[in-house]
């Protein structure tokens, strides 16, 4: 463990609001005022760039990741957590949409990816793009992208978890194959 400790926690990102700003977003989004949001509270909140609500199957794929008591919904804290992982997107997200059309294109999508770390081919950057890409106009929304992203992070866990030796290669049978689907998040 580094001995190393930051004298003062990292600046938030540029458009990354103060806790009484904040608070008066989650007031706001809370408009059953329950203390907590939910999914369908969320999705009323946020909008892609083109003004289309956000897809339900990400808001609720996000509040997954930050709805840490498992209720289905998020508090004040895991909405500050929720927030910042939003705008962080958001930032990657636009400096990926290289021709600021408020969506990101094949070549978009790759560059993206393959600045994560993923070396894919053609064709599976072809069924990515087919499978998130809900307008049919052959690129994906903001809220396309992040779903796209945490889908294929998930399945490369799942794909590590058997690849033992790290050479990016398993054996196993069609059965444990059904096994790893189906105790994914990912179905």
Not at 125 to 146: G, M, N, P, W
């Amino acid at each position: 463990m580094s001995g190393f400790k930051p004298r003062r926690p990292a600046p938030p990102p540029p458009n990354m609001p103060g806790s009484d700003k904040l608070r008066a977003y989650f007031d706001r989004v809370d408009s059953n005022k329950s203390g907590t949001i939910t999914p369908k509270e969320l999705q009323a909140a946020l909008v892609n760039g083109n003004n289309t609500e956000f897809n339900l199957v990400t808001i609720n794929s996000m509040i997954n990741l930050f709805d840490h008591d498992k209720t289905g919904e998020i508090c004040f804290k895991e909405f500050g957590h929720l927030w910042r992982y939003v705008v962080d997107w958001q930032n990657c997200f636009k400096s990926f949409d290289r021709d600021k059309s408020g969506s990101i294109n094949h070549v978009e999508l790759e560059e993206a990816l393959t600045s994560f770390g993923y070396n894919l081919s053609p064709m599976v950057y072809t069924l990515l793009l087919r499978k998130f890409d809900r307008t049919k106009l052959q690129a994906v929304r903001f809220d396309d992208f992040i779903q796209c992203c945490l889908v294929l992070h998930g399945m490369t866990e799942t794909f590590r978890a058997e690849d033992t030796d790290m050479d990016g290669v398993v054996t196993i049978s069609y059965e444990k194959f059904l096994i790893m689907l189906l105790n994914s998040s990912l179905l």
